[in-house]
């Protein structure tokens, strides 16, 4: 079986001096309790910044607007579904928002803000996705 690529776009959004991170939901079969930006998968002929505005709305509530490319990160795994190996690539792209104001999704127990010496706290404790962990590593 050929392996599949995949692409993902995910959105570091900055607000007041503090970052959003959202809390994947306990149920979740990958990553489970830890902490992730705000994105995902990119559908068929979508463009991705199309994508990561329709994935921010759903997870959080909030429109965005994408400023600019940050980093690119590969995480490959196996699809829940199919069982497929997965290459992903991920865009980490830096977003604004008009307000704080988050309404999470079924994905998700929780969201925060954070500062950076938050986040730096939160990586030392392993408490954010390997995605998170490289898109903060600047």
């Known amino acids: 079986m050929s392996t599949m690529w995949g692409l993902a776009v995910?959105?570091?959004?900055?607000?007041?001096?503090?970052y959003l991170l959202l809390k994947i939901r306990s149920k979740s079969s990958h990553d489970a309790g830890?902490?992730?930006?705000?994105?995902?998968?990119?559908k068929k002929c979508e463009f991705f910044d199309d994508a990561l505005k329709r994935e921010y709305l759903e997870e959080t509530g909030l429109e965005i607007d994408?400023?600019?490319?940050?980093?690119?990160?590969?995480?490959?795994?196996?699809a829940c579904k199919t069982n497929e190996d997965i290459k992903s690539i991920q865009l980490i792209m830096k977003v604004t928002c008009e307000s704080d104001n988050v309404a999470i999704s079924e994905e998700h127990d929780d969201y925060g803000w954070f500062g950076m010496d938050e986040i730096e706290?939160?990586?030392s404790r392993d408490l954010l996705t390997p995605p998170a962990v490289e898109a903060f590593r600047k």
């Open 10 to 18: 995910r959105g570091i959004c900055e607000y007041n001096g503090k």
């Open 34 to 42: 830890r902490w992730e930006i705000p994105g995902g998968k990119v």
């Open 66 to 78: 994408v400023d600019s490319l940050l980093n690119v990160i590969r995480r490959d795994y196996t």
């Open 121 to 123: 706290e939160m990586i």
